[in-house]
């Protein structure tokens, strides 16, 4: 029984806006021939009211008659709108089966509609029938302007991304876009395309020669690049190998700075920084160069520099619109630029920078560097109430809040409290990993060696692959100078888990002077240092040189770790017991 419901005003006025807009195009004397002959130059009574009936029963309790009516009216006008209108009533009932028919209906009625074609290919996809989609995808492709075409190409993997066969997603775009793999003008495009489902699908090493067959396609294209960036690894050294073909010739800057970036997440510091000054030199008002390349000056105590790097950046973020990501960015600025001036002793100024964050998720950040300036001023006691008065919104903001106090403590050489205000949240979250490995390391501060091994084994059997806790582990006995071919067996295992990281060598560094392989000590560090210039690296790599009799390199070395870092530790006590004065 169809329902005679009132019609909405929105119903009625669709339908309304419908026939004026058909009467007007039929009517209208710029319109050819060709353009008018599937459209009827005016919607009859009959017609008219079939539409309506549709409406009243989409929008009423029986969608399928009126979902009937609709597409039987595209099917008599031939009308794009109508079929799109069948397709939205289908949707809004959820049988995506009947969507699907009037997709197809309207891509047979219109085979030439890229909007035709999409709803088909976008309905298959998310029935999950893969299988069906490599002709849909096809014309998707096909159907777009030569021009528009890689850039098509690129959205294919978004269109797959929920499917739940990745492997079949893979097979099947790459039987699709056989032409277009093969095309000079669309070969980089659709290589990284194949390569990022091959990778959705867990297939790596099909990605990466996907994307290796996409630079040979286009030599310049970006597209392959962005695929080996994210691919970058010790472990695949091919991925690298792409990106570095690539900068020899003239990348983009934002290239650039994403190789900078890969570099920096595999700890490869130095070689990180000398492509921030390529960028930096190349292109001065590029702003996140300036930023990342400050950050790194300040963690390498070059603070002159890395001033200087930090305000040039607030000045060309400062010039630019407005927006999250460069409020984020000044705000991360400012707290640099206020440890310089911390560092320096400049308390006040200290201060002033952090009063320039405006951004409320940067509070915690702000509201530590300030307790730090605090401490330094011997107020540990009001630093401390600073942080533990902060908001604690999520059980996120409890935890930066429990770190925060916890590496305030840790800095002011306040051991035991920090180990027991560790203590009492890991009573309450046992399984929180990384708490039991900040209080393993200050169990060693301590002098409780047994605990500090006991919380370090704890961790590598909830967390087999936690590569922090073997070089831990393994370097206490190395420099206790005890259990050392066990501390090396426990460092090489940290490398496995973290190739090539400089601080993870130095521990393997320093277990080798300690079995007395000194030349193989000496290379493991010189390379350490060479990726990772830093004072406890230097105290290490100077003190086996002193050892080998090199002792004006010795020195040189250890000039260059106070000049890093005059407070380390590790350096100031290997400098006391040798009893030197670089």
Known sequence: MVSMKRPT???????????????????SPDTSPAETAEIPSALDAEMFYQLLLGEINARGTEPAAGYALVLDAARKTNDPALYQRAVDIAFQSRSADAALQAARAWKQAHPGSREA?????????????????????????????????????????????????KKLAASVVEQALAEYLASPATGAAAWTSVGRVRLAAGDSTGALEAARRG????????????????????????????????????PLPELRMGYARALLDSQRYAEASQQLQVITAEKPDFPEAWLVQGTLQVQDNQLGPAEASLKRYV??????????????????????????????????????????????QDLVSAQNRRASILARQGKLDEARKLLRALPERTPADARAKLMAETQLLRENKQYKPAYDLLADAIAKDPKDIDLVYDQAMLAEKLGDMAQMERLLRQVIAAKPDYH?????????????????????????????????????????????????????????????????PDAEIAAHLGEVLWNMGQRERAQAIWKEGLLLNNENETLQETLKRLRVKP
């Open 9 to 27: 005003r929105l119903a009625t006025g669709t339908l309304l806006l419908l026939a004026l807009g058909q009467q007007a195009l039929a009517q």
């Open 315 to 360: 000045e060309l973020a400062q010039a630019q619109r407005s927006g999250e990501d460069r409020s984020r960015g000044l705000a991360q600025a400012y707290l640099a630029l206020s440890q310089i001036a911390e560092k320096r002793k400049d308390y006040v100024l200290a201060g002033a920078w952090l009063d320039k964050i405006e951004n409320a």
């Open 215 to 250: 630079q040979a396609a286009g030599p310049r294209a970006e597209a392959p690049v962005l695929l080996a960036l994210e691919m970058m690894d010790p472990k695949q050294p091919q991925a690298e190998a792409i990106v570095r073909k690539y900068m020899e010739g003239k």
């Open 468 to 532: 922090h806790a073997y070089n831990a582990l393994g370097y206490s006995f190395a420099d206790r100078n005890v259990r050392l071919p066990e501390g090396k067996e426990l460092i090489e295992k940290a490398l496995q888990y973290a190739p090539g990281d400089p601080f993870i060598s130095d521990s393997l560094g320093w277990v080798e002077f300690r079995l007395g392989n000194k030349a193989e000590a000496l290379r493991i560090l010189d390379t350490a240092y060479k990726a990772k």
């Open 117 to 165: 074609n999409r709803y088909v290919l976008q309905i298959l996809l998310a029935l999950n029938r893969v299988a069906d989609s490599a002709e849909p995808l096809k014309s998707e492709v096909a159907l777009a302007p030569a021009k528009d075409r890689s850039a098509v190409l690129a959205l294919v993997p978004r269109s797959y991304a929920r499917v739940s066969d």
